[in-house]
């Protein structure tokens, strides 16, 4: 489909979407050193591919997917390798863990705290969360074409912008930044607005653990 027309039905269907907004990131975990301890102990569990002191430190009902058994057993099975399956897929899933908890975050009403911050985005209902997509970076080239010697029509910093075409392996992606301007972000930039997200938690104890990671809206 052509640029043009996808541009037509996004617009049409937020008329509604004007100016531009950026979210710079903060991360909120620096107000409770024990939560900073912990987010240090996960990723570096993470980095060694260390699976028990991971569900060790995962709730009970640990939410991985709707359809999943939960808890500590499922975060297992997500981060091993079943028969037959290959072992990228196993490392792509350790990898988006990774990212995840690498991210800054906030903390929501009920004390917990999540990542990627730009979680707290609430985008309206009528913008379709798998075409939506957060620009990781501050003053990104958006450019007229898709590659990097094309003119650059302006700079992207920390905004959402929608995507105009289907997922590609292009470098570059066409999208929409908000107040309707049309270009190409390099990829690198674009994180799914309804990617991975984790969750930590404080137990009946007082001592934090992973409560969720999933991705979807």
Known sequence: MKLGLICALLLGATPALAGRQSFPPRDEALRDPSLVAFRDAMRAAVARRD?????????????????????????????????????????????????????????????????????????????????????????????????????????VSFEVVLAAEPTSENDYRAVILTDGTQGYLHRDYL???????AAFAVSPDGTWQLCSFTSGR
């Open 51 to 155: 699976t028990e002191a991971l569900t060790a430190a995962a709730c009970p009902d640990l939410m991985l997917s709707d359809d999943g058994i939960g808890g500590p057993e499922e975060l297992r099975q997500f981060l091993t390798s079943e028969q037959g399956e290959p072992a990228a897929d196993v490392e792509a899933r350790w990898q988006a863990l990774a990212r995840t908890l690498a991210a800054p975050g906030y903390f929501d009403d009920d004390g917990e705290f999540w990542m990627p911050f730009h979680w707290r985005i609430h985008l309206p209902a009528r913008i379709e969360p798998a075409w939506s997509y957060f620009t990781n970076g501050e003053n990104v080239n958006l450019r007229a074409a898709p590659n990097r010697e094309a003119p650059v029509v302006t700079r």
């Open 191 to 197: 994180v799914q607005m309804s990617g991975y997200r």
